[in-house]
């Protein structure tokens, strides 16, 4: 009996995927501009529902719960993309800078070292360092707390110095990534 109402949920999923995927994918391609993501995040949203489809069929107005679930979900998207083009802006730097005789040495070992630290202290230790970043604009790029900027900076620098021994004091670290880890001469 139990394949019965497995097969009969099934039918009756596939007819509302049939009836309303055009329906949501424009709802999502108005609400985020995005043509291209609109098909991605109604298949996401129907997806969702199928999850939950024991639910969405006993609703009063199915329908209108698979909308909110495109505009939950159009909403995350927009955020999303909201916080890139900060954390875009806050790295992007307009100046050149011109490094003379660099120890390109030095900055192959503080990349090799950087690489092995876990991606959140590497970010944290990179965007103090290497992009002068305060610790709250730090904060507001990765978005953790300041508290966690200045904890994973420090066990950062501390595991990079531990890596690289008598030769990465603070200020070859900072040296090597103020360089923007170019081992040529122009740095951006």
């Not at 309303?20 to 529902?49: M, V």
């Not at 992009?131 to 604009?137: I, N, Q, R, Y």
């Not at 990765?142 to 690289?164: F, H, I, R, Y």
Request: hydrophobic content about 45%; overall charge positive.
């Amino acid at each position: 009996m139990g394949t019965v109402v497995d097969d009969a949920a099934s039918v009756e999923f596939h007819d509302f995927f049939e009836r309303h995927y055009a329906e949501l994918s424009r709802l999502a391609h108005l609400l985020t501009g995005e043509a291209d993501a609109a098909d991605d995040l109604a298949a996401d949203a129907l997806l969702a529902l199928w999850h939950r489809w024991d639910r969405v069929r006993a609703a009063d107005h199915p329908v209108a719960y698979a909308r909110g679930v495109v505009a939950n979900l159009a909403r995350t998207r927009i955020r999303s993309a909201v916080r890139e083009r900060r954390r875009v802006s806050l790295f992007w730097s307009q100046r050149e800078e011109k490094t003379e005789n660099p120890d390109i040495a030095g900055v192959i070992d503080v990349q090799e070292a950087l690489r092995r630290l876990p991606f959140r202290k590497r970010a944290c230790v990179v965007l103090r360092h290497a992009f002068d970043l305060s610790e709250k604009d730090t904060a507001l790029a990765l978005g953790v707390s300041v508290g966690t900027v200045k904890s994973q900076t420090s066990k950062g620098m501390a595991e990079l110095q531990k890596v690289l021994g008598s030769r990465g004091g603070p200020q070859k670290v900072h040296a090597a990534m103020a360089r923007g880890g170019e081992t040529g001469g122009t740095a951006r």
